[in-house]
Protein backbone atom coordinates (compact mmCIF):
# COMPACT_ATOMS: atom_id res chain seq x y z
CA UNK A 1 0.00 0.00 0.00
CA UNK A 2 1.37 3.74 -0.95
CA UNK A 3 2.62 5.79 1.63
CA UNK A 4 -1.04 8.35 -0.12
CA UNK A 5 -2.85 5.31 0.75
CA UNK A 6 -1.87 4.68 4.38
CA UNK A 7 -1.44 8.07 6.01
CA UNK A 8 -5.19 8.84 6.20
CA UNK A 9 -4.88 6.72 9.34
CA UNK A 10 -1.84 9.17 10.32
CA UNK A 11 -2.81 11.91 13.48
CA UNK A 12 -0.48 14.69 11.00
CA UNK A 13 -3.31 14.32 8.05
CA UNK A 14 -5.24 17.45 8.14
CA UNK A 15 -8.67 17.30 9.71
CA UNK A 16 -10.29 18.28 6.66
CA UNK A 17 -8.80 16.13 4.82
CA UNK A 18 -9.52 12.63 6.98
CA UNK A 19 -13.12 13.00 6.62
CA UNK A 20 -12.72 13.81 2.70
CA UNK A 21 -14.29 11.32 0.62
CA UNK A 22 -12.87 13.01 -2.52
CA UNK A 23 -9.20 12.35 -0.46
CA UNK A 24 -7.90 9.49 -2.37
CA UNK A 25 -9.21 9.69 -5.32
CA UNK A 26 -8.67 13.33 -6.43
CA UNK A 27 -5.73 14.69 -6.74
CA UNK A 28 -4.27 15.37 -3.17
CA UNK A 29 -4.41 11.49 -3.45
CA UNK A 30 -0.72 11.99 -5.12
CA UNK A 31 0.19 13.96 -1.69
CA UNK A 32 2.24 12.60 0.68
CA UNK A 33 1.60 13.83 4.19
CA UNK A 34 3.64 16.82 4.53
CA UNK A 35 2.65 18.54 1.24
CA UNK A 36 -0.88 18.16 2.23
CA UNK A 37 -0.03 19.92 5.16
CA UNK A 38 1.55 22.56 3.36
CA UNK A 39 -1.57 22.81 1.00
CA UNK A 40 -4.11 22.68 3.85
CA UNK A 41 -2.54 26.23 5.35
CA UNK A 42 -4.24 27.71 2.37
CA UNK A 43 -7.50 25.73 2.03
CA UNK A 44 -10.89 26.62 3.00
CA UNK A 45 -14.18 24.26 2.34
CA UNK A 46 -17.17 26.02 1.13
CA UNK A 47 -21.05 25.01 0.58
CA UNK A 48 -22.64 27.23 -2.58
CA UNK A 49 -25.82 27.57 -3.29
CA UNK A 50 -27.43 25.65 -6.99
CA UNK A 51 -26.65 28.70 -9.55
CA UNK A 52 -23.80 30.25 -8.00
CA UNK A 53 -21.20 31.27 -10.73
CA UNK A 54 -17.81 29.43 -9.77
CA UNK A 55 -15.91 31.18 -12.35
CA UNK A 56 -16.52 32.99 -15.73
CA UNK A 57 -15.76 32.49 -19.16
CA UNK A 58 -12.50 34.75 -19.71
CA UNK A 59 -12.09 35.06 -15.93
CA UNK A 60 -8.93 35.42 -14.60
CA UNK A 61 -8.29 32.36 -12.71
CA UNK A 62 -7.47 33.04 -8.74
CA UNK A 63 -8.41 30.12 -7.48
CA UNK A 64 -8.65 25.92 -7.90
CA UNK A 65 -11.69 23.41 -6.17
CA UNK A 66 -11.96 19.75 -5.66
CA UNK A 67 -15.80 18.97 -5.72
CA UNK A 68 -16.55 17.26 -2.92
CA UNK A 69 -20.31 16.40 -3.28
CA UNK A 70 -22.69 18.23 -6.11
CA UNK A 71 -22.92 19.05 -9.65
CA UNK A 72 -21.02 21.61 -11.69
CA UNK A 73 -21.89 22.49 -15.29
CA UNK A 74 -19.53 23.70 -17.65
CA UNK A 75 -21.13 26.05 -20.31
CA UNK A 76 -19.42 28.10 -23.25
CA UNK A 77 -22.04 31.35 -24.43
CA UNK A 78 -22.09 32.33 -28.20
CA UNK A 79 -21.65 36.32 -29.09
CA UNK A 80 -25.43 36.51 -29.33
CA UNK A 81 -25.72 35.37 -25.73
CA UNK A 82 -26.54 31.67 -26.86
CA UNK A 83 -25.32 29.18 -24.10
CA UNK A 84 -24.10 25.83 -24.39
CA UNK A 85 -23.72 23.34 -21.15
CA UNK A 86 -20.54 21.57 -22.57
CA UNK A 87 -19.49 19.28 -19.46
CA UNK A 88 -20.81 17.99 -16.03
CA UNK A 89 -18.22 17.16 -12.99
CA UNK A 90 -18.75 15.47 -10.39
CA UNK A 91 -16.60 14.78 -7.18
CA UNK A 92 -13.82 14.47 -6.96
CA UNK A 93 -13.39 16.39 -9.97
CA UNK A 94 -11.03 19.10 -10.20
CA UNK A 95 -12.27 22.86 -11.27
CA UNK A 96 -10.00 25.37 -12.82
CA UNK A 97 -7.10 24.68 -15.99
CA UNK A 98 -3.53 24.68 -14.63
CA UNK A 99 -0.99 26.59 -16.71
CA UNK A 100 -3.74 28.85 -17.68
CA UNK A 101 -4.53 32.64 -16.45
CA UNK A 102 -8.38 32.74 -17.57
CA UNK A 103 -10.79 30.21 -17.61
CA UNK A 104 -12.53 29.03 -21.00
CA UNK A 105 -15.33 27.72 -19.40
CA UNK A 106 -18.41 29.41 -17.19
CA UNK A 107 -18.14 26.93 -14.13
CA UNK A 108 -21.50 27.10 -12.30
CA UNK A 109 -22.70 25.21 -9.48
CA UNK A 110 -25.48 23.08 -11.19
CA UNK A 111 -26.78 21.80 -7.26
CA UNK A 112 -25.66 22.70 -3.66
CA UNK A 113 -22.12 21.85 -4.21
CA UNK A 114 -19.30 21.58 -1.45
CA UNK A 115 -15.80 22.76 -2.81
CA UNK A 116 -12.31 22.27 -0.92
CA UNK A 117 -10.96 25.36 -2.59
CA UNK A 118 -7.28 26.66 -2.79
CA UNK A 119 -5.64 29.96 -4.40
CA UNK A 120 -3.91 28.97 -7.97
CA UNK A 121 -0.44 30.21 -7.09
CA UNK A 122 -0.46 27.63 -3.94
CA UNK A 123 -1.02 24.43 -6.15
CA UNK A 124 1.33 25.95 -9.18
CA UNK A 125 3.95 26.08 -7.15
CA UNK A 126 3.46 22.40 -5.79
CA UNK A 127 3.44 21.07 -8.91
CA UNK A 128 6.82 22.00 -9.96
CA UNK A 129 8.23 20.39 -6.67
CA UNK A 130 5.96 17.03 -6.59
CA UNK A 131 5.44 15.09 -10.06
CA UNK A 132 2.80 13.07 -8.77
CA UNK A 133 0.23 15.74 -8.44
CA UNK A 134 0.94 16.97 -12.22
CA UNK A 135 0.70 13.25 -13.40
CA UNK A 136 -2.50 13.27 -11.24
CA UNK A 137 -3.79 16.41 -12.89
CA UNK A 138 -2.89 14.85 -16.40
CA UNK A 139 -4.67 11.71 -15.49
CA UNK A 140 -7.73 13.45 -14.86
CA UNK A 141 -7.61 15.78 -18.15
CA UNK A 142 -7.50 12.82 -20.07
CA UNK A 143 -10.37 10.72 -18.52
CA UNK A 144 -12.16 14.59 -19.00
CA UNK A 145 -11.28 14.26 -23.02
CA UNK A 146 -12.43 10.57 -22.90
CA UNK A 147 -16.04 11.14 -21.48
CA UNK A 148 -16.18 14.31 -23.72
CA UNK A 149 -15.89 11.88 -26.55
CA UNK A 150 -18.10 9.52 -25.25
CA UNK A 151 -21.00 12.16 -24.97
CA UNK A 152 -20.23 13.07 -28.52
CA UNK A 153 -21.24 9.83 -29.42
CA UNK A 154 -24.45 10.25 -27.40
CA UNK A 155 -24.96 13.73 -29.09
CA UNK A 156 -24.61 12.39 -32.88
CA UNK A 157 -25.94 8.93 -32.94
CA UNK A 158 -28.72 7.92 -30.10
CA UNK A 159 -32.16 8.40 -30.06
CA UNK A 160 -33.90 10.78 -27.69
CA UNK A 161 -34.83 7.76 -25.76
CA UNK A 162 -30.98 6.61 -25.45
CA UNK A 163 -30.24 10.27 -24.62
CA UNK A 164 -32.38 11.08 -21.55
CA UNK A 165 -30.96 7.60 -20.55
CA UNK A 166 -27.73 8.08 -20.93
CA UNK A 167 -27.95 11.17 -18.99
CA UNK A 168 -29.49 9.87 -16.10
CA UNK A 169 -27.23 6.89 -16.37
CA UNK A 170 -24.21 9.75 -15.93
CA UNK A 171 -25.76 11.45 -13.13
CA UNK A 172 -26.91 8.35 -11.15
CA UNK A 173 -22.95 6.93 -11.33
CA UNK A 174 -21.22 9.57 -10.93
CA UNK A 175 -23.43 12.06 -8.08
CA UNK A 176 -22.37 9.50 -5.43
CA UNK A 177 -18.75 10.50 -4.32
CA UNK A 178 -18.85 6.94 -2.34
CA UNK A 179 -20.01 5.25 -5.56
CA UNK A 180 -22.53 3.36 -3.34
CA UNK A 181 -24.40 2.38 -7.02
CA UNK A 182 -21.70 0.28 -7.88
CA UNK A 183 -22.32 -2.38 -4.71
CA UNK A 184 -26.56 -1.89 -5.21
CA UNK A 185 -27.29 -1.58 -8.42
CA UNK A 186 -29.77 1.31 -7.69
CA UNK A 187 -29.29 4.43 -7.15
CA UNK A 188 -31.78 7.54 -5.50
CA UNK A 189 -31.01 11.18 -6.32
CA UNK A 190 -32.47 14.81 -7.03
CA UNK A 191 -32.00 16.29 -10.80
CA UNK A 192 -29.08 18.97 -10.34
CA UNK A 193 -30.36 20.54 -13.79
CA UNK A 194 -33.56 22.25 -14.74
CA UNK A 195 -35.11 20.55 -17.93
CA UNK A 196 -34.23 23.21 -20.05
CA UNK A 197 -30.99 22.68 -18.76
CA UNK A 198 -30.91 18.92 -19.54
CA UNK A 199 -32.60 19.31 -22.81
CA UNK A 200 -30.01 22.22 -23.68
CA UNK A 201 -27.04 19.61 -22.31
CA UNK A 202 -28.79 16.92 -24.99
CA UNK A 203 -29.85 18.95 -28.16
CA UNK A 204 -33.53 18.19 -27.56
CA UNK A 205 -36.67 20.56 -26.64
CA UNK A 206 -37.96 20.40 -23.15
CA UNK A 207 -41.18 18.96 -24.35
CA UNK A 208 -39.16 15.81 -25.63
CA UNK A 209 -36.90 15.61 -22.38
CA UNK A 210 -40.47 15.26 -20.17
CA UNK A 211 -41.77 12.82 -22.81
CA UNK A 212 -38.51 10.52 -22.77
CA UNK A 213 -38.85 10.83 -18.76
CA UNK A 214 -42.70 10.09 -18.76
CA UNK A 215 -42.03 7.15 -21.01
CA UNK A 216 -39.27 5.61 -18.61
CA UNK A 217 -40.95 6.26 -15.98
CA UNK A 218 -44.73 3.74 -17.06
CA UNK A 219 -41.83 1.35 -18.29
CA UNK A 220 -40.53 1.43 -14.56
CA UNK A 221 -37.33 1.89 -15.03
CA UNK A 222 -36.93 4.94 -13.52
CA UNK A 223 -39.48 6.29 -10.00
CA UNK A 224 -40.38 10.09 -9.87
CA UNK A 225 -40.98 11.67 -6.92
CA UNK A 226 -41.90 15.19 -6.69
CA UNK A 227 -40.76 16.68 -10.15
CA UNK A 228 -36.69 16.12 -9.36
CA UNK A 229 -35.71 13.02 -7.03
CA UNK A 230 -35.40 10.06 -9.03
CA UNK A 231 -34.88 6.35 -8.25
CA UNK A 232 -33.84 3.93 -10.21
CA UNK A 233 -33.99 0.72 -9.23
CA UNK A 234 -31.97 -1.65 -11.50
CA UNK A 235 -29.07 0.79 -12.90
CA UNK A 236 -28.10 -2.22 -15.62
CA UNK A 237 -31.41 -1.79 -17.61
CA UNK A 238 -31.04 1.60 -17.44
CA UNK A 239 -27.81 1.41 -19.02
CA UNK A 240 -29.04 -1.18 -21.36
CA UNK A 241 -31.25 1.45 -23.08
CA UNK A 242 -28.89 3.84 -22.24
CA UNK A 243 -26.43 1.91 -25.16
CA UNK A 244 -29.81 0.90 -27.20
Not at 8 to 19: G, W, Y
Not at 48 to 63: C, D, H, Q, R
Not at 159 to 186: C, G, M, W, Y
Request: charged share 25%.
Amino acid sequence: MSESRQDIHNSDVPTLCRACEARHNGICGALRTDELLRLSRHTTSRRVPAGTELVGEAENIETYANVLSGVVKLSKVMADGRQQIVGLQFAPDFVGRPFQESSKVCAEAASDVTLCIFPKRSLDAMMVEAPGLEHRLLRQSLNELDDAREWMLTLGRKTAEEKVASFLHLIATHIDPEKQVARTNRAAFDLPMTRADIADFLGLTIETVSRQITKLRKAGVIEIEGTRHVTVPDIAELEAIANG
